[in-house]
RNA sequence: GCCGGGAUGGCGGAACUGGUAGACGCGCCGGACUCAAAAUCCGGUUCUGGCAACAGAGUGCGAGUUCGAUUCUCGCUCCCGGCACCA
């Protein structure tokens, strides 16, 4: 009777196998290839999701396939631990953020070795241990000493109701998602880091990034966002104060006709004194929210202030309105505005009765319409006075040059990145290790009393951070004079702890310093995997960490990942699968039901780990009949007689080309799991050869012999993706060792080699014929024997040949007639 | 709004460098086994016409380049991700 496949049992046998002999535990060995395969470490939301499965499905895949390549692969495997889920659930559930994550950890660890990833468990971290972030402090002490970190106001949501600070995730159409207050912005004193400082390496170094996606590289090029232009001065008549502004566009200052300044500015504030209709609107444009994609697409509203500036060039008076687009903490708080030739300027101006004025026209000298909508082409100037007839890039250099004569301007280089606030009003992170004196002012905490350990027993009520209400915490004294002073009670921003985790798994232990030599052996990680929805923010403050990082001389490198995978989102009903969005599926359950290899195995089948997956329930029915007939196929193949060894040379048309199906599958899963990272076709190709194996009824020696090298390849090549069943089944083929310590089979060129070749002819690009010619057979040979098929000469006729087209390599001919 | 990506049978997807559209799987239909069902196995399955051989149409929409376009170019539509305090 064949053994019936039983996951349960198999699954467990081969985890015991695997801890037992510490397959996965890896220390550096110097000279030796080694492979660092990475995911971005999840937050401990309290179960896996299936974006969870996949991406680690992805990872270990590839670091398994690395270690049968014989390289020396490290997996490790920690907790992104800090977060707001966190905080909510202490307010739903009165459990401490500590207790919660702790314990969510715990099971979202068991269910991770549920799953066979050949992790080195040893390295787990938990960023919101003191022994992890104790780090990150001593680094933003250093930062400090340096001057890449400062203290600013910086712009929050409030939430007037419950007195607290929102993320923008909780502002809900511009209300608190639970007070459901109109949120107002407020301005505060944040910390931030200088990323803006290594914004030109961050640009330049992204061409060196072989190993990234392309489109990444262009999103993280767009969002640093360099622009050459001139920054200038305009001066307010009657007032001392002058309106700076940057401009990409000083060919087309004489088309400006207007001003526009942010609520926040203090022209604005003057002007709205004692005119109530102004004071209104400021008040109102105070509701704004903070996040970009809201002022874009918000309606664009204004109103003059009664103000004049003076044109630095015409001496022209322009009116100042005060416009809800306008930032005061972006730039300089006021824009100059071009209506002719930019769309939101024109728009604007449109709306509210502004002049329009033509400053360039094509080069062409066609005519403009200003009347439907802005020209924002570059051209030649004219209404510009001695300017007028230059291109844009001798304008450019000329206005520059004349507005820095005057003095009132200078070319600069402006950046659309700006500097990172890494304050946040909330309990559950990283304490910002910064003491506050009267005398002394802002201090960081000295080296000798990091870490700043947050309380982990606190009362959670969600009116604020309890840090504020714990005087045990906060009151300190100063490292200066030793007077009284407070401890900063604001705590990092989480993305400060995945800024530098993937190095700390290579010093995980070591409570002398951050990272020591073996992060020169591990690092950099060769392999990233996770989601693009990553592929901005984390990767960019990632690198910015690792210069920093290099910079203090804690590391050789200068880029943290030499290549990069990012993994699509796992999507349900057309939306990303979310608990916010109640459309999740749980894991655990098709695991308990099927096993890890079956949830494995559906993972990587069902679409290539870039694009979207859209989730259906069946098909995991699917891989699970799959891994049942792949099962049953080798143990009845075991249970027969050992066949003798293969013998290539002795070997009929059909052995032959059963040997050569399992050949090409070695080389097609080759390329697919090694260089493509489509695991779909690999699957596909190996399911492929087992229907082939099916198919083929032989049941003497020789054939058995071929029978028994394509179940032994199929095991093999499956094994990265369902290392469980691969491990039983590698056992029950008859080895004493172990399918995780084999190398990856090498396709067999002998075996690949065919007599004849089928080709397919095309008449006038249209798909007539099939022929049969000999694998060497000449572009002439193959179009006579093409211009000699039924079919095709019933569509040639009589009509004259005017071309052939013989493409040997692609196995095709065209005849065009 | 801006930046990036996507769209192929009933469904997930394949076609890698411009060269056979629909591999592989799901679902469905038919058959075998069974008292029966489940499971398993065998066959079929883009649409239209045809007993068939085969023909016509067909890769979101509209143009273009080419002997030949799912693939390249231009212009759209819709969907997804990001937009700096979700992680």
């Keep these: 009777m064949t053994k019936t496949y039983d996951p349960e049992a198999i699954e467990r046998a081969a985890r015991e196998y695997w801890d037992a002999h510490r397959c996965f535990e890896v220390d550096e060995e110097p000279g030796r290839e080694k492979f660092y395969c990475l995911t971005m470490f999840p ?70 070795q549920r799953l066979g990833y050949a992790y080195d468990w040893r390295r787990e971290i938990a960023t919101c241990r003191p022994e992890y972030y104790r780090w990150e402090q001593w680094l933003f002490t250093k930062l400090f000493e340096k001057g890449l970190v400062y203290r600013k106001n910086a712009v929050v949501n409030w939430d007037p109701v419950d007195q607290t600070v929102l993320a923008n995730e909780q502002v809900i159409n511009g209300r608190g998602w639970r007070s459901d207050a109109l949120v107002e912005r407020r301005e505060i004193p944040q910390w931030f880091m200088k990323i803006t400082a290594y914004a030109d390496e961050l640009l330049a170094d992204l061409d060196r990034l072989d190993g990234w996606p392309e489109p990444v590289k262009i999103m993280q090029r767009n969002w640093i966002g360099r622009s050459e232009g001139v920054e200038l001065t305009f001066d307010v008549e009657g007032e001392a104060e002058q309106l700076s502004v940057f401009t990409t566009r000083p060919d087309t200052l004489f088309g400006v006709t207007y001003m526009a300044v942010a609520a926040e500015h203090p022209l604005a504030e003057r002007a709205a004194r004692g005119n109530p209709e102004l004071a209104a609107f400021v008040e109102e444009a105070r509701h704004t929210q903070t996040a970009e994609a809201s002022l874009e697409t918000m309606e664009k509203k204004g109103k003059p202030l009664g103000i004049f500036a003076i044109h630095p060039l015409t001496g022209e008076k322009l009116p100042v309105w005060v416009a809800n687009f306008v930032l005061m903490s972006y730039g300089t708080g006021a824009v100059m505005a071009v209506p002719g030739h930019d769309q939101r300027d024109f728009e604007f101006a449109q709306k509210h009765g502004l002049p329009v004025k033509q400053v360039i026209a094509p080069a062409d000298g066609s005519p403009v319409d200003l009347s439907q909508r802005a020209y924002v082409e570059h051209g030649v100037l004219v209404n510009s006075g001695p300017f007028d007839g230059q291109g844009f890039e001798e304008a450019f250099d000329a206005i520059a040059a004349r507005l820095e004569a005057d003095g009132r301007g200078r070319r600069a280089v402006h950046y659309r990145l700006r500097d990172w606030g890494v304050s946040r009003q909330r309990y559950w992170g990283t304490p910002i290790p910064i003491v506050y004196c009267e005398a002394c002012g802002a201090l960081p905490v000295p080296e000798d009393q990091l870490p700043v350990v947050l309380p982990e027993v606190v009362k959670f009520t969600g009116a604020g951070s309890p840090l504020k209400q714990m005087p045990e915490f906060y009151e300190t004294s100063c490292p200066k004079c030793g007077g009284p002073a407070t401890r900063e009670t604001d705590t990092f921003d989480t993305f400060v702890e995945s800024s530098w985790y993937f190095a700390r798994y290579c010093s995980f232990d070591n409570n002398q310093s951050m990272l020591d030599e073996r992060e020169a052996y591990w690092m950099p990680v060769d392999q990233y995997t996770g989601g693009i929805e990553h592929a901005i923010l984390h990767l960019l403050y990632s690198r910015f960490w690792q210069k920093l990082m290099r910079d203090f001389g804690l590391s050789g490198f200068d880029e943290p990942f030499t290549n990069l995978l990012t993994q699509g989102m796992v999507l349900k009903d057309g939306a990303k699968m979310s608990k916010a969005k109640g459309n999740t599926v749980d894991p655990q359950q098709l695991i ?226």
Aim: hydrophobic share 45%; net charge neutral; no cysteine.
């Design 592 to 817: 308990d039901r099927y096993g890890a290899d079956t949830v494995r195995l559906f993972m990587m089948f069902t679409a290539p780990p870039e694009q979207a997956l859209e989730w259906s329930d069946e098909g995991v029915q699917g891989a699970h009949r799959f891994l049942k007939r792949f099962w049953n196929a080798v143990q009845r193949f075991a249970e027969a007689e050992a066949p003798p060894p293969l013998d290539a040379d002795a070997l009929d048309e059909a052995q032959k080309e059963l040997r050569r199906k399992t050949h090409r599958t070695i080389t097609k899963v080759s390329d697919d799991v090694g260089r493509r990272y489509t695991f779909n076709t690999a699957v596909a190709a190996v399911m492929e050869l087992l229907n082939a194996v099916q198919r083929f009824d032989d049941e003497s020696p020789a054939g058995r012999a071929v029978v028994r090298e394509a179940l032994e390849t199929s095991v093999l090549l499956l094994s990265p993706i369902v290392p469980h069943i691969g491990h039983a089944l590698w056992q029950a083929l008859g080895h004493a060792s172990a399918a995780v310590d084999q190398r990856w089979p090498v396709a067999d060129a002998a075996a690949l080699e065919e007599a004849t070749i089928e080709i397919v002819v095309q008449v006038n690009g249209k798909l007539r014929g099939r022929i049969q010619v000999a694998a060497d057979a000449d572009a002439a040979a193959i179009s006579e024997k093409a211009l000699a098929d039924d079919n095709v000469r019933r569509f040639v006729a009589d009509r004259v040949v005017r071309k052939k087209i013989v493409v040997p390599e692609r196995r095709l001919v065209n005849l065009v007639v």
């Design 43 to 112: 937050y401990p939301s309290g179960q896996l999701h299936m974006g969870h499965v996949r991406v680690f499905t992805i990872s270990d895949v590839i670091a398994r396939y690395q270690r049968m390549q014989g390289r020396h692969v490290l997996q490790p495997m920690g907790w992104d631990a800090f977060g707001l889920p966190a905080e909510n659930a202490a307010i739903k559930h009165g459990v401490p953020p500590a207790e919660w994550t702790y314990r969510n950890i715990d099971y979202m660890r068991g269910q991770l």
